[in-house]
């Protein structure tokens, strides 16, 4: 199976650069050239899904104002860029433009006034760099017995420094000017001049690096102290684990195979996990159901891997419009092949035959395998996309993005599905023949001691492996749900990397705890042990919402939501690790078994 995973791989990374290639660079203009400025989205500063169109505050709009054409990524990414009227031509600086003169009504007044209260910031693009400013501030005067009066302001003057180099723009910033205020505090009618300047100047900078800028907050010292107390936690618990592993578990796994190799009957009385081979390798329950998670968990470790893979190569920089989210569509579509493989040969390899392609196509494995994932998903898009309908947020998806994803879905992912699925029932895994044969009737399961109990082990195999990476699990968050911008990707490998080997040896060890108990069912567990990580992952993911400034509904929802579709796959990829890891540790130590 490694040979295929590793071509399926490699097809959807060069398609998806075929698609778009990431990069930095900029467009070559003219002294005088037109550069347009896109007015993108407004929006709390604490909360990153609660965006509104930047219209919709009564902001100087153009006539008409003009739509710009965007990708499938940059409309899930909630991203809406329109025209504006301000006009930055390439090295062309001005002095207190006048934008418009607007008059604001007393609902105009009231909408800025709220929009202030709650930090509210805007969010450009100028020849695809961002740039970000504050609608207004809040301030409190103290008369009188302590009678807090507080003012309102609206900025009403922009200042854009510009640097450029030879005919490329290099970097973009903008500032409110203080000196430029207008007070909103009554809710009476008021009129506002509106105006800006643009000051260009020229720098040394390369246009191959001009996005580098947006990398910087991962630099700063405080993220580079947790990033090196998480790998130091990381090592720890590592070092401990293999201790465990290499002086008590091998040791004593060691001792027990020797003792069976050399006829000892006493022996192999005395050890639990001998007595129960004729029942260990028994058809699980639920096998459809288990193939299909074993193919949906290795279709989301290819995609994971993949990104990883995008990032590596600099396909994926911050602030890439869409680009991550395009990435995720095209490799999820295109792994659907890998899913429908991995679980039609799973199921192959239990039933021990391969059938034809009418037979393999009633098979509830592959079935299962499209809609594990799909349907949970589907139905928390759908919950989160009305929320937002209702809020009029942009993250609410056009009806032309719905039939879009629905079209991908059903003329894509599912024929890739039953692709993969043709070929693993074909071509895939060989039937497993077991060293004993599996009893008729299975043998009854005694009872078992506190430490070999389900609920147990299922803790203790999910505690080990996140709190081995719970320091670097609090810059994910702060990185998806804020705007510190996670640009370490070698440090997030290493991080899921030491989760995947401590899912793996954790899993393996309480496998073997139960087998020793002579408990043969070890199927189900061992996924429960190695995905019950992600359970912790979403309980943090609770705390940390609660200790944020997240607030409001909608905030609420999506951060629930979205994180709870985050942790189900981490958890499907966690148990299927878990679960090969553990499959093919019991297979070596029965092989290793001397029968007679």
Not at 110 to 119: E, H, N, P
Request: aromatic share 16%; glycine share 6%; charged share 15%.
């Amino acid at each position: 199976m490694a040979p295929f995973l590793l071509t399926v791989l490699q097809v959807l990374l060069a398609l998806t650069f075929w698609i778009g290639i990431g990069s930095g660079s900029s467009n070559r203009y003219n002294a005088g050239d037109h550069v347009p400025l896109f007015v993108n989205k407004v929006g709390p500063l604490h909360n990153p899904s609660e965006t509104y169109q930047y219209y919709d505050l009564p902001f100087c709009r153009p006539e008409p104002v003009i739509e710009k054409q965007e990708t499938l990524g940059e409309v899930l990414n909630g991203d809406r860029l329109m025209s504006s009227l301000y006009e930055l031509k390439f090295r062309e600086d001005k002095t207190h433009f006048v934008l418009c003169r607007k008059r604001l009504t007393s609902s105009d007044v009231a909408s800025f006034r709220d929009t202030i209260a709650q930090d509210y910031y805007f969010q450009m693009y100028y020849d695809d760099l961002p740039l970000w400013g504050f609608v207004g501030k809040v301030e409190g005067d103290y008369f009188g017995q302590g009678e807090k009066h507080t003012k309102y302001y609206i900025f009403s003057h922009l200042k854009f420094h510009v640097l450029y180099n030879a005919d490329e723009v290099i970097e973009i910033n903008s500032f409110s000017d203080p000196s430029y205020l207008v007070d909103i505090s009554e809710n009476t009618e008021i009129d506002v001049q509106f105006t800006y300047s643009v000051s260009w100047n020229l720098t040394s900078e390369r246009s191959e690096t001009r996005m580098n800028k947006y990398s910087q907050a991962s630099l700063h010292p405080i993220s580079q102290k947790i990033h090196f107390f998480s790998f130091l936690n990381s090592i720890t618990v590592v070092v401990l684990l293999i201790g465990l592993l290499s002086l008590l578990f091998m040791r004593h796994l060691k001792n027990e195979l020797r003792s069976s190799s050399i006829g000892d009957e006493e022996e192999k009385k005395e050890v639990g996990w001998k007595l129960v081979q004729s029942d260990v390798f028994r058809c699980p329950r639920n096998v459809s159901l288990l193939c299909a998670f074993l193919g949906t968990g290795t279709q989301l470790l290819i995609l994971i891997i993949a990104l990883f893979a995008l990032a590596f190569t600099g396909f994926l920089y911050p602030y890439n419009r869409g680009m991550l989210l395009t990435s995720l569509v095209i490799m999820y579509t295109l792994t659907s092949v890998v899913a429908g493989y991995t679980s039609a040969s799973f199921h192959s390899q239990f039933e021990g035959n391969k059938q034809s392609i009418i037979a393999f196509l009633q098979k509830r494995s592959v079935r299962l395998a499209g809609i594990l994932y799909p349907v949970p998903f589907l139905i928390i898009v759908s919950v989160l996309n009305t929320v937002a309908i209702t809020y009029g947020a942009t993250a609410a998806l056009p009806f032309g993005t719905i039939v879009i994803i629905i079209l991908i879905f059903t003329l894509l992912n599912i024929p890739f599905l039953m692709l993969g699925g043709v070929l693993g029932n074909r071509f895939g895994l060989l039937e497993f023949q077991p060293p004993a044969a599996v009893k008729r009737n299975p043998r009854e399961i005694p009872l078992q001691n506190w430490y070999r109990r389900k609920l147990y082990q299922v803790f203790l195999g999910g505690f080990v492996p996140f709190i081995a990476v719970v320091l670097e699990w609090h810059q994910l968050y702060a990185s998806l749900w804020g705007f510190k911008i996670y640009t370490s990707p070698g440090i997030m490998l290493f991080t899921f990397a030491v989760l995947i080997f401590l899912s793996t040896s954790v899993g393996i060890i309480l496998t073997y705890i139960q087998l020793s108990g002579e408990d043969h069912e070890w199927w189900w567990r061992s996924i429960l042990c190695g995905g019950f990580s992600a359970v912790f992952m979403y309980g943090y993911g609770v705390l940390f919402y609660l200790r944020s400034d997240m607030t409001g509904f909608l905030q609420l929802s999506f951060y629930l939501g979205y994180t709870a579709l985050f942790c189900y796959a981490l958890f499907l990829v966690l148990g299927t690790i878990s679960f090969l890891a553990s499959l093919m540790f019991i297979r070596h130590i029965y092989r290793s078994v001397k029968l007679e």
